[in-house]
Every structure is written in C-alpha cells, then in structure tokens.
C-alpha cells in the first residue's frame, strides 16, 4: 500500500515561538502559522479565509526557530502531519492534527528594533545600494 503524507506551507506567525525540552532533552519549538487562501465564489466575487496551523520542530532547528522568529514574520514549513491523541482531565479523548515541520525556511526579515548607533550607521543601506537589478540574470 503507497502512502504520502507531506504539507507546504507559507505563512504568518500569529505569536511568538514556545520552546520546550522534552525529558530526553530535546528541543521542541511550537507556534502557528495563519495561512490566507483566495478563491473565487460562483458569482465571480473574490472570497478570501485565512487557516491556521500548529507547527511542531524538533532539535537545532527548534532552538534556531525559537532565537530568530517572532509574531508576524512569514515563514515557510515544509512537513507532515501528525494526529495527536490524548485524554483531557474529564477523561474525554482528545485529537488536534499537528505539522511536524522537517524544514522552516525564514522568508520575511527579523525585525530589529533601531538603536541611535543603528540610525548613524548607514550599513544597512550600502547593502541595498550594492545591488544592480540591471545586471544580467544569469539563466
């Protein structure tokens, strides 16, 4: 029997990251992620939902992701999902469907917040400037 279980995403950060370790001393990084899908209804009208997804990173990555993402920045997360099953304290069994990311790639910037020295150095700005969108590209 073949199966396949992989999920792409692009999207938000709707807070900031929560870092964990596990017993054995494993980082285990959550946050989630807001995802906006477009479509269009029969009558030709643009209709937009937003979906959100609880993502789950292990190890190196989950301590990177924890020091380096903050609310609102976009993220990629390549990953599969994961059905989760417990019993809450009423005894009830519970079921939430994770993303268990194998990859987040940061796409948006880190925000920093500007300091005087940061205003007076214009390093930053020769980055931008050192960029020539003229150059030919080369493929």
């Known amino acids: 029997m073949i199966s396949y279980n992989k999920v792409l995403l692009i999207g938000n950060l709707t807070a900031?990251?929560?870092?964990?370790?596990?017993?054995?001393?494993?980082?285990?990084?959550?946050?989630?992620?807001?995802?906006?899908?477009?479509?269009?209804?029969?009558?030709?009208?643009?209709?937009?939902?937003?979906?959100?997804?609880?993502?789950?990173?292990?190890?190196?990555?989950?301590?990177?992701?924890?020091?380096?993402?903050?609310?609102?920045?976009?993220?990629?997360?390549?990953?599969?999902l994961s059905m989760n099953v417990w019993e809450d304290s009423t005894g009830q069994k519970k079921k939430k469907i994770n993303i268990i990311a194998n990859r987040v790639q940061f796409i948006s910037p880190k925000t920093q917040q500007v300091t005087s020295q940061d205003e007076s150095s214009g390093d930053d700005l020769d980055l931008v400037e050192d960029i020539n969108i003229e150059d030919d590209i080369p493929f």
Do not use: H, M
């Not at 989630?32 to 993502?55: H, L, P, R, S, W």
């Open 16 to 80: 900031n990251p929560q870092l964990k370790y596990n017993q054995n001393g494993l980082a285990v990084t959550t946050f989630t992620i807001a995802v906006n899908n477009k479509f269009q209804t029969k009558d030709q009208n643009v209709k937009e939902e937003v979906g959100f997804f609880d993502i789950v990173v292990f190890g190196k990555q989950a301590e990177t992701c924890n020091s380096y993402l903050s609310k609102g920045r976009t993220v990629f997360v390549e990953g599969r």
